[in-house]
């Protein structure tokens, strides 16, 4: 990327205007990473006894008495790059992702920033300013 595309906003399809300064980062480590596209399912989470908080259940351990284990019970997660839900059905948000260990993409995000090789090319192509 140049130092151009550095201070340019893009207007990305169905998602909005977003700054490649910001970006610029986040998305060199995400095209590095293999993405997979598959229907976003619910996941084990543990969640607070009292309180409710949520955290996604991935193995790690923790104390019954403070947490329970619900099997379906983390509902949804959001696209990494523009933060807009991904869950199981229409009603939640996007059901079909991409996703790399444990990072999810939406599809607009993935076919826009992270699958072109050409990312200068993108970031003109969808320029604002």
């Not at 976003?40 to 009292?50: C, S, Y």
């Not at 992702?97 to 090789?117: Q, R």
Request: glycine residues 6%; proline residues 4%.
């Amino acid at each position: 990327m140049n130092k151009e595309s550095a201070t340019t906003a893009v207007l990305v399809p169905g998602r909005g205007r977003m700054m490649v300064a910001s970006l610029l980062l986040e998305l060199e480590e995400l095209r590095k990473m293999e993405w997979k596209f598959q229907q976003w399912r619910p996941t084990p989470a543990l969640i607070e006894r009292k309180g409710g908080a949520q955290v996604q259940y991935v193995g790690q351990k923790y104390d019954p008495t403070y947490f329970e284990l619900v099997e379906d019970g983390w509902t949804h997660d959001h696209c990494e790059i523009c933060y807009v839900i991904l869950g199981a059905n229409d009603e939640v948000g996007e059901t079909n992702s991409y996703v790399s260990n444990g990072d999810w993409l939406c599809t607009i995000c993935y076919k826009y920033l992270v699958e072109p090789s050409d990312l200068n090319e993108v970031f003109r192509s969808l320029a604002t300013d």
